[in-house]
Structure formats: C-alpha cells, structure tokens
C-alpha cells in the first residue's frame, strides 16, 4: 500500500519561504512520479510540480516557474517542494500525490492514484 505523508506547511509572510516534504513509501515498483497539487476552498486542485522517480524529469506550473523547486531524495524516499518569494495567492492546502511516470504528462488529480492528507501553507499579506 503506497503511503504519502506530506510536512512542512505553515504562516509565513509574503517574499518568505517555506520547504514542504513528501515521505513516500510502499511503492513495489521504480517509475513513478510525485507530483504537489493545491487547492483553496471552492475550487479545483491545481497541478504545481511534479518529479519523475524514474530520470528525475520535472514539472513546473507557470505560477510557480522561477518561485519553486521540487527535488527528489531517493535515498530517503523524499520529495520536497521548496518554496520562495511565496505569494499571498499560494494560500491552499497543498497536497503531495503519487502515479505512473506518465501523469506528469497531463497534471491532473485523476491520473494519480494516491494521495497525502494535505498541509496548509498560509501567506499574509
């Protein structure tokens, strides 16, 4: 059974920082991605970034290019999604998922079968 534990969320101003992690386990096979979704209330998840286990190949949406950065630690089975010049508008619960290496292609909630319980990441103003 594949397991996703995301950490890292938190209040923080606007311009800070912060680093979400994603431990990931019971996977029985090596290619596959992590992607970070978020969501506010109301509306739909949104596709962040997304890492591909496999050739280490990444996503980035265009609100986020240049602002965040996903990397893999395979050793630890880690994903992170560091996060910088944070905006009030990446106020969500941000989610960690995991698919086939082929979801990364369309970056969408029901190509990946598993799922975190969500952080809530707050940026004031």
């Known amino acids: 059974e594949v397991q996703l534990v995301e950490s890292g969320g938190g209040l923080v101003q606007a311009g800070g920082s912060l680093r979400l992690s994603c431990a990931a386990s019971g996977f029985t096979f090596d290619d596959y991605a992590i992607g970070w979704f978020r969501q506010a209330p109301g509306k739909e998840r949104e596709g962040v970034s997304c890492i591909s286990r496999s050739d280490g190949s990444t996503y980035y949406a265009d609100s986020v290019k240049g602002r965040f950065t996903i990397s893999s630690d395979n050793a630890k089975n880690t994903v992170y999604l560091q996060m910088n010049r944070l905006k009030p508008e990446d106020t969500d619960v941000y989610y960690c998922?995991?698919?086939?290496?082929?979801?990364?292609?369309?970056?969408?909630?029901?190509?990946?079968?598993?799922w975190g319980q969500g952080t809530q990441v707050t940026v004031s103003s």
């Open positions: 998922a995991a698919g086939p290496a082929q979801a990364m292609a369309v970056m969408i909630e029901e190509v990946f079968p598993d």
